[in-house]
């Protein structure tokens, strides 16, 4: 992703990071509830107990907190992979696509604001934020799809198109996200994990 200089007048990177991660995650929610457009930055400011001129202290545009909440997606992303990489090492190939759902569904479930809002602005966004967005998506997809194929090569799933089961999980877990007005009305994040858990593994471990 291309890094864009966003105009601030603080000396402080320690405190602008963390101030401007307070700003992206409280604007985030807003734009999910009211609209990117209709979102104004004296609202986003006020619901962060900021005045405006504080806010503006930090960004210099409503537009740099989409260019700022890609950032963001990207760094947790790569944190994300890391971390299930690391997990994973040593565990059967069922073991590791178990735990490697569990924490893909857990991190959908901590930043689901920004999963809907990428998933709201992907098509109206800049190229250059717009590929960010897919890559992470196809990364993700690329993640699942080596799990299956290593477990496929020690017989221990039968897949016959293991791209398209790895598209199904991750898409399983961003519905988490997207439908979450429908489905947590009946389920629980744990309960939503074990029962697309058990669903996967029973459609592609092979029977012993």
């Not at 992703?1 to 402080?12: E, F, L, T």
């Not at 999910?32 to 104004?40: C, D, H, L, P, Y």
């Not at 990207?74 to 759902?101: F, N, T, W």
């Not at 996200?177 to 029973?202: F, G, H, P, V």
Request: hydrophobic share 40%; with cysteine.
């Amino acid at each position: 992703m291309i890094k864009k200089q966003i105009r601030h007048s603080i000396n402080d990177k320690s405190l602008l990071a963390k101030r401007r991660h307070q700003i992206c995650k409280v604007a985030t929610e807003l734009f999910m509830a009211q609209g990117f457009r209709e979102t104004g930055m004296r609202a986003i400011a006020e619901a962060c107990g900021l005045t405006i001129g504080a806010l503006y202290r930090y960004i210099g545009s409503k537009d740099d907190l989409l260019w700022l909440s890609t950032e963001y997606g990207d760094s947790y992303h790569k944190q994300l992979l890391q971390k299930m990489k690391e997990r994973v090492k040593g565990l059967s190939p069922v073991e590791a696509l178990r735990e490697s759902i569990r924490m893909y569904f857990q991190n959908v479930d901590e930043m689901q604001g920004l999963y809907n809002l990428h998933n709201h602005i992907v098509w109206t966004a800049s190229k250059e934020l717009r590929q960010s967005i897919f890559d992470r998506e196809i990364q993700k997809v690329e993640y699942f799809n080596r799990l299956l194929i290593e477990g496929v090569n020690a017989g221990e799933f039968e897949v016959e198109d293991t791209y398209l089961m790895a598209h199904n999980i991750v898409m399983a877990a961003n519905a988490w996200a997207n439908r979450r007005w429908l489905l947590r009305k009946r389920y629980t994040l744990e309960d939503y994990i074990r029962k697309q858990t058990d669903s996967i593994l029973a459609t592609i471990q092979v029977k012993r």
